[in-house]
């Protein structure tokens, strides 16, 4: 398996997860959240869903390029932002990894970036695993999905 | 900088905020939990550390040792574990990485493995920041420390 295959499947095996809990998440709790300083659940799936893909952009592109959509569902928001993202990590070649690209105040190589997407990821999926549970969800997934 | 060094690095710039975060749950909200289901402040913090230290000692010596303490105060728990795992991943060599070792009923590299220790943690520390928030604190480091 090559880097961009093992990228690919890295993410997948999160964002699956992440797709998962988003479809938990009624309309009728999109303002919820559990303290009034933390982001309620329709911020916190945006969050996750239009970082990554502005990780992958810069990664990919040089630039960290919204995309551009008007759905407010966020289980279709999730779909839409999933594929597109998935796109662009596949199209992660050998050379594009090393490419150093401007993110947060540092320079740094394309593939640390991605690195940090899926830290990212990962760690906002973490927030919502609580916020799910806390709108009455209990059957929950595991953290990842393999295979 | 070498694969040992990178994995000591991206361990400690996650583990120093996990840190942080367990440094501010006192001893009377121990037993917190969001909801019903949900495992403690407690729970939550001492899987985070007993996980990944017994996931090094998996990778790095092929049996997943607990460590031996009796100490209960968090914050100090928290010295002591990742005090032992950061020897236990400083120990990985080159070699250690590719060796196959069995986890969660499959066989993987021992890198593969450190990988899934690092989302596992990555992911737990994400529902620690939503705990500890809840317990009042509003001022919270980012997700990750860098250098």
Known sequence: MDRTQQLVQHFLSHRNVTV???GKI??????????PTS???QELATHILTSFYQFASLAKKGE?????????????????????????LEDMHDED?????????AQ?????????AMDHEINHKGNLFVYVRELGHTDLPMFVKRG
């Open 108 to 116: 740094m190589p394309a593939g640390q970036l991605l690195q940090i």
């Open 20 to 22: 998962e809990l988003i």
């Open 39 to 41: 982001m309620s659940t």
């Open 64 to 88: 960290a390029k919204p995309l551009e959509t008007n759905e407010t569902n966020l289980a279709k928001l999730a779909d839409i932002y999933t594929e597109a993202t998935q796109k662009l």
């Open 26 to 35: 009624e309309e009728e709790n999109y303002n919820y959240k559990p303290t």
């Open 97 to 105: 990894f090393d490419r150093v690209v401007e993110a947060m105040g």
